[in-house]
């Protein structure tokens, strides 16, 4: 059984996939680090960089986006001979106004990656405006199928469009198609004639991030359930699945109880689990995530798991159920970019393609991309994953103060969401006011600008909030007590 949990009340929302009652996904969102990809901007050239082949775009954002001259709409434009001599500072100069979209999200001390290449999302195509080709989608196995679309693609774009089939068109007909069609390069018309009356940087079309998420989760599942705690998101997100052409097997559910929604199904207690290095396995075995700036490392270890079938059978047994749960570990965890493998030593090319195969299978529900290189001479396996976000650890901590970064705690909003979504099961309570100790981070951080998100709670749930200020080494705080004021 198949299930979405949706915490969106508080202003840190949550939305977990889980089957049989096991998570298989997890996606946060904070509003200081919400996610920007596929925005599209209005932006301001700041400098180009003729050694990188590459400019700088204000978008308005802290950070200049990072756009190389493969993603610029004007060298895709080019025929092939002349891309081999195209140069940057000859298609873009300083202070020009161009239209572009985020492709990755800011990370660390760079700033959003961004294309030029717009592209807008259906629930059957991909329109771009400037992309001249035809595709369908990779999960489309008939040849046939494929020709036909793309012969009917071709007909219906001009030459500088681009149209990509996705999974969903297959089953489309040429008429739900064309009309789908027309309303994105409509979209598009009315972005781009926007754009003409707008002082750069703007953000011209913002991406209902969450939401499209749970969109793309949902496609990918024959039946699924969907439970939210919040009845106005529910409202809305039954708005936009009506928009994108999406029916769900079952009605959206609106979770009543007083208890956090993530407590009541159980996922708490597997978020905790997602946040520490060892990962334990039955008998025993481990598998060990050792996350670095370059690069990911695991490691299996048999642990007391012995088996009853001989070393070689334990040691593949082992491994293919490591491998079951590194796959899931990595949709978890959101790890991505570079990820080395250290299964237990195996005998034969055969061990290696079954453990493979496992891992492959675990993945096979994954809506990134993942490309599995093969074993290494020394056994370790290689694999790189799509990077779209920063992974869970680094969204939701911080550097600890007490270890000087080897080891990591909670950030001081992470512990401030926490702190609400426990004060949200306080509600039917009869006392009228709430005591907390808190380091000031942390009340900062729960209190907002003006102590705005404060007031907002208070009148939430109908209580005097109180913060008593502690010093502790890390973000902190603890619910003292209930009184009557």
Known sequence: MNRIIVNALGREKRWARLRDGIMESLHVYQPEKESIVGNIYLGRVDKVEKGLNAAFINIGEDKNGFLHIDDLAE????????????????????????????????????????????????????????????????????????????????????????????TASLQKSNEEITTEFMALRKQYQNLYASSLNRKAPFLLHGQDVMA???????????????????????????????QHGVSLSSPIFHYQGHENIFNHY???TQIEKAMQRVVWLEKGATIVIEPTEALTVIDVNTGKFTGKSGLSQTVLKTNKMAAKEIARQLKIRNLSGIILIDFIEMKSEQQETEVIAALKAGLSDDGKRTTIVGFTELGILQLTRKKT???LLEY???????????????????????????????????????????????????????SHYLKEMENTIHKKIEFQVVKESKPYYKIKRLENR
């Open 266 to 268: 159980r996922v708490e």
């Open 396 to 450: 939701t901590t911080c550097t600890c103060p007490s270890c000087s970064g080897q080891g990591r705690v909670l950030s001081a909003e992470s512990m401030a969401y926490r702190l609400e979504r426990e004060l949200y099961e306080l509600y039917p309570a009869d006392e009228d006011k709430v005591v907390i100790e808190a380091t000031e981070d942390v009340q900062r951080a729960f209190r907002g600008e003006n």
């Open 389 to 391: 976000k920063p992974p």
């Open 75 to 166: 060298y895709v434009s080019l025929e092939e001979p002349e891309r081999n001599s195209a140069e940057i500072s000859k298609l873009l100069h300083q202070g020009q106004k161009l239209l572009v979209q985020v492709k990755k999200d800011p990370a660390g001390t760079k700033g959003p990656r961004l294309t030029g290449v717009i592209e807008l999302k259906g629930a059957s195509i991909v329109y771009m405006p400037q992309g001249r080709y035809v595709a369908v989608s990779k999960k489309a196995s008939d040849e046939e199928q494929k020709k036909k679309w793309r012969r009917f693609g071709s007909k219906l774009k001009e030459d500088q469009e681009g149209i990509l089939f996705r």
């Open 212 to 242: 499209d998420d749970i969109l793309e989760e949902v496609k990918k599942i024959k039946e699924v359930e969907i439970i939210t705690d919040d009845f106005a998101w529910k409202e809305e997100l039954q708005v936009y699945f009506q």
